[in-house]
């Protein structure tokens, strides 16, 4: 049945056909007496139609604000990091705060204040074991390991890139940074901070050098990798051969599809940065005792920590390092899913 309802819509096909060439064939078509000009209309030039070009709405840095703010839970997390990181830098300048390392005597005793309650005698955090406010200290040792954080990330950045992107880039120095690099890794980070901690008297510039010393390796060596993948791309070898300068290739072509990952090991880097400078202060080669920072008080907090009564002068300082070494990680990790292209077409 199917067979013979094929041959029947063929036949009505092949009929259908005929006809047409039939007509054809016949009297001469509507238009076959109309004068050439008339046939076909030049569409004309106009200048201003030539130069235009399609544009597109996208913009990278648009797109990756979008992204980011769809995270509620990042973007709750980053407020109130800049809230904590905005109060410790603003708290010294506000009415009523007292240095950190005035130590505040009882006016009715003459005795110094130790080791008080918090919420006790104005001490709104507590107080260590002679008299000095911890709420001050606290805020003031918060500023002095952002700093170092800040300063070694930064540091860590601009070298880390500088060397990644020769490193990777330019073939004539691959050997040179391989060996530096072979070299540099081969030696323990710890046991440069704690050198230089011993050579040096400890401050906050010997702890920037001590982690920045060696702390671009693992940058360079990421960026380098990243390079590897798209440097011989085909839009960067038609940049090559037309002449573009390697700087030029390297800030426009290269560095863009890098800002997710960079964005993150920075991000990374703060935290690290923290836990080095609580970590030597811990072994007891970081900062003195007149310059507050986390490790001071957290190292402080530890030698008390057994006496109930006084777990507040670890409590807090652990509460502040946590915060901020947690929410600098969470944050760099939903940026850098942000900052990547392939999230922006969603």
């Known amino acids: 049945m199917l067979f013979f309802l094929k041959n029947a819509k ?8 005929a006809g047409c060439q039939r007509s054809a064939a016949g009297p001469a078509a509507a238009w076959a007496g109309l004068p050439e000009d008339e046939l076909f209309t030049p569409a004309g030039f106009r200048a201003e139609e030539a130069e235009a ?6 913009s990278y840095w648009g797109s990756t604000l979008r992204s980011f703010l769809k995270n509620k839970f990042a973007v709750a997390l980053l407020v109130a990091l800049v809230a904590v990181v905005a109060f410790a830098f603003l708290q010294p300048h506000l009415p009523g705060q007292i240095d950190p390392n005035y130590c505040r005597v009882d006016p009715e005793t003459g005795i110094q204040y130790r080791n008080v309650a918090p919420g006790v005698d104005g001490f709104v955090w507590g107080s260590n074991s002679i008299g000095q406010d911890l709420w001050a200290r606290i805020w003031a040792g918060t500023r002095t390991s952002l700093i170092i954080a800040f300063f070694v990330a930064m540091i860590e950045a ?10 990777g880039y330019v073939r004539q120095l691959d050997f040179f940074f391989t060996e530096l ?12 901070l704690i050198l230089i901690s011993y050579v040096a008297s400890p401050s906050v510039p010997t ?22 993948i798209i440097r011989d791309r ?18 426009r072509n290269l560095l863009p599809y890098l800002v997710s990952v960079i964005m993150l090991r920075m991000a990374l880097t703060v935290p690290a940065a923290i836990g080095s ?3 030597v202060t811990y072994i007891g080669l970081g900062l003195s005792v007149e310059t507050p920072s986390l490790g001071n008080l957290i190292n402080d907090g530890r030698q ?43």
């Open 10 to 17: 063929s036949k009505q096909l092949e009929d259908a056909l």
């Open 53 to 58: 070009t399609a544009s597109s709405n996208y």
């Open 158 to 167: 601009v070298v880390g890139i500088t060397v990644g992107v020769l490193w």
């Open 181 to 192: 690099y072979n070299i540099c890794d081969n030696i323990p980070s710890t046991i440069i």
């Open 207 to 228: 702890l920037i050098l001590g982690m920045s010393l060696t702390g671009w390796i693992a940058m360079a060596r990421f960026i380098r990798n990243q390079i590897l």
């Open 234 to 251: 085909d839009y960067n070898v038609a940049s090559r051969c037309i002449g573009t300068p390697t700087f030029r290739i390297v800030l």
């Open 277 to 279: 400078e609580v970590f």
């Open 304 to 346: 008390v920590m057994m006496q109930a009564g006084l777990r507040y002068q670890l409590l807090y300082p652990t509460i502040i390092l946590s915060f901020v070494t947690i929410a600098f990680y969470l944050i760099g990790n939903a940026f850098s899913d942000a900052a990547d292209p392939k999230n922006h077409m969603q």
